[in-house]
């Protein structure tokens, strides 16, 4: 998949050499290119932030194109085992506390995901913006020393779990670095703002993240990616229920 990548050097050097201000469709075709990935294996903590301190989780994640993930969680003790499987828009989770398996679905997908400020939404969430929303560039900032483009998303469906976002998308890496999701009714949902980037296989991301919950109290939730590996082989049981048991 390193094609992908140089689709992304490409536009940046078109941008360069040509001084002009790119539409805000290839913007985020850019941004979509640099993460995507026939697979993707990480390991990861979120460190949530809550009334009474702060606790980690720690799990490993295979992710198979846009509609198959399998999670499992390794630490604290109390959540070593749980599991996550998605296949294209249905989810489901193991609990071994109770060997329970149990689809998740219509208002628990607004959940917090273990007492995070990530909801079950922004798990099933296609990672590729461009099919899901219509781009307009808004103007240019900076943001962590990098200049920006500042894009306006706005939904082209429905059924999708932010309306609106605005996002500041790095000129030169294609990484978004700060993001604003929004309701319909305008009102914001949730924040993302990247602390650490770092470039992984000849691409930039976002490897310490803040998720914040605007309708929750609590200090937030940071994202640390520790490892992850593009188009690695994933075993096909990966992505079948009988994973969520074994």
């Keep these: 998949m390193k094609y992908r990548w140089w689709l992304v050097v490409l536009l940046g050097w078109a941008i360069a050499a040509s001084g002009a201000t790119p539409d805000g469709d290839a913007i985020l ?33 295979w992710i198979r194109g846009m509609d198959e993930s399998s999670t499992e969680y390794l630490d604290p003790p109390r959540e070593r085992g749980v599991k996550m499987l998605k296949l294209s828009d249905q989810l489901w989770a193991y609990y071994p506390s109770t060997d329970r398996t149990i689809k998740i679905s219509g208002h628990m997908l607004r959940q917090s995901v273990m007492g995070s400020d990530l909801s079950y939404e922004d798990l099933m969430e296609d990672p590729l913006l461009s099919g899901l929303y219509d781009p307009e560039i808004e103007g240019e900032e900076v943001v962590l020393e990098r200049s920006c483009w500042v894009l306006r998303l706005t939904a082209k469906r429905d059924d999708l779990a932010y309306d609106s976002r605005t996002m500041w998308v790095d000129k030169e890496r294609f990484v978004i670095l700060r993001e604003h999701r929004f309701a319909k009714s305008g009102k914001l949902l949730k924040t993302t703002d990247v602390i650490e980037v770092a470039e992984i296989d000849g691409r930039w991301l976002g490897t310490k993240i803040e998720f914040r919950d605007a309708l929750k109290s609590g200090g937030g939730t940071t994202y640390i990616i520790d490892t992850i590996e593009f188009d690695e082989e994933i075993p096909e049981y990966v992505f079948t229920k009988a994973i969520l048991r074994k």
């Design 29 to 61: 075709a850019a941004v979509d290119e640099n993460i995507g990935s026939d697979t993707k294996v990480s390991t990861a903590r979120m460190v949530i932030e809550g009334r009474r301190g702060s606790r980690t989780v720690v799990f490993k994640s």
